[in-house]
């Protein structure tokens, strides 16, 4: 395999099938919620808390790994601000991550400002984190470019390219639950930049899986990277808005309705479930997913703006909002916009 993957106008690289593309990000397979393909494309603007809980607003990129023993499902999180690029992980029983990042998306896999890190889960820290340089700079000294942690590197520059010192990590494990939180600040060198619009790419291994030496698992095609876009300013505003927990699954009717161009809608979770809440116009075309992702049970209150999708104002008309578990559950209501 050559050290560059071809790159593509999808969501990956090399020998991922490309992602279609589609109103809401995710194509079902027909076997899980959340397919193998296609990971969510977009990382949502997010600040997390970084204590080792994963909260209910974290956008989930993906749930399901290629190679691994049966059962083992680990989650994987992502957000971003003008500081941080954030990552969380939900592991539901042992297993060593392996976060692998190209910043620069330029398809090399030992290209500039490559991140590898290792977490420790025993000891909370990293077992392993360097970052590639392959800068111009840097090539003069080695023509292919050098991890930023190895000694003759740190000799002639005296840098680092990502400082690990500087990355917030948190790890609590709850046995045998494990939830890893991480903060990595922005960096130039890197070319993490952390603007809206911009790109990276990312792959997940892990090692030890169900604490078997042998066994290991890969989000996706091992030495495949997938590319995301850092998504801008968002029209939804989502808030745990009250821990009554309902009897069943619930959706009440937005208010005010109706509307122009704000307006909120609550629906209810009755247990820890995978849930979509999504809108449709009148000829049942989808135009927007409010919510898709793990909620804990309780009472959510989502504001949507209508003013724009996508940067196209939304027409005045009725529209359908449905709310969808993954135990098959499906709720619809009517909502009005007018201007």
């Not at 340089?133 to 023509?143: C, I, K, L, N, T």
């Not at 724009?308 to 969808?324: P, R, T």
Request: charged share 20%.
């Amino acid at each position: 395999m050559s050290d560059k993957a071809e790159a593509t106008d999808g969501a990956y690289y090399g020998s991922n099938p490309l992602v279609p593309d589609t109103d809401d990000d995710t194509v079902p397979d027909g076997q899980d919620f959340y397919p193998r393909y296609p990971l969510r494309r977009f990382i949502a603007r997010f600040t997390p808390v970084i204590d080792g809980v994963i909260e209910p607003e974290w956008t989930l990129m993906n749930d399901t790994v290629v190679f691994t023993q049966a059962g083992y499902s680990p989650r994987w999180y992502m957000g971003y601000d003008s500081d941080s690029l954030y990552v969380g992980l939900y592991l539901p029983g042992i297993g060593i991550p392996e976060m692998n990042f190209d910043f620069q998306t330029d398809g090399f896999w030992w290209g500039a400002g490559n991140t590898i890190c290792d977490v420790n889960i025993s000891t909370g820290g990293f077992t392993t984190f360097h970052s590639r340089d392959a800068s111009d700079e840097a090539r003069q000294y080695f023509p292919a470019g050098e991890w930023d942690d190895n000694p003759d590197y740190q000799a002639r520059f005296n840098r680092r390219i990502i400082d690990p010192q500087n990355v917030h990590l948190v790890v609590r494990l709850t046995s045998p639950v494990i939830q890893i939180e991480m903060a990595i600040p922005r960096s130039p060198l890197a070319g993490l930049l952390l603007n809206p619009g911009d790109s990276i790419a990312a792959n997940m291994n892990y090692t030890r899986v169900n604490n078997q030496p042998s066994q290991w698992a890969s989000t996706f095609d091992q030495y495949g990277y997938a590319r995301f876009v850092l998504a801008g300013m968002s029209d939804v505003k989502e808030q745990l808005y009250s821990t009554f927990v309902p009897s069943d699954f619930h959706l009440a009717q937005n208010y005010p309705n109706p509307f122009n161009p704000v307006t909120h809608i609550q629906f209810g979770v009755p247990r820890q479930s995978a849930v979509s809440l999504e809108i449709y116009n009148a000829l049942g075309q989808k135009i927007r997913t409010l919510v898709r992702g793990q909620r804990e049970p309780g009472t959510y209150s989502i504001t949507w703006d209508g003013r724009s999708e996508a940067g196209v104002a939304v027409a005045n008309g009725l529209y359908f909002y449905a709310l969808q578990s993954a135990s098959g559950v499906r709720l619809v209501r009517k909502m009005v916009l007018l201007r």
